[in-house]
């Protein structure tokens, strides 16, 4: 077995040089150079809108005592959990925190999605 070390920036493996010399190779950031107007347009609405919602949902999740995907459902009683802690709430507000927590998570998938389509179609140019 290999050893390796993870941090937050670089993965060292110590087998004979090669793949040390691979990942120091290997690059770890991408520098956007350029936008056509159609990829600032639709990433310069729904990133914002994406970040927001994500933000809202923080907040919501922290002020009611937790989120409906870490929580659960038992004999028609409805628990948020958060850090260990659950909460009972009434079924409207778990549906309320699955949903919230569903289109959060979706906010931030599409706009991954989004950059890597206009990276392949050229909208946005990178070094």
Known sequence: MLPVTIGFTKLIVAHNGRLVKFLVMMKTYLKFTGYSKRAKIILGITAPAAVINFL???????????????????????????????????????????WHAISAICGIILVFIEVAIFINTGDISWE
């Open 56 to 98: 809202a949902f923080s907040f919501v999740s922290e002020w009611i005592g937790g989120d409906a995907l870490n929580g659960y459902v038992k004999n028609g009683h409805y628990y948020l959990c958060s850090h260990g802690w659950y909460t009972e709430v009434a079924a409207s507000v778990w549906n309320y925190s699955y």
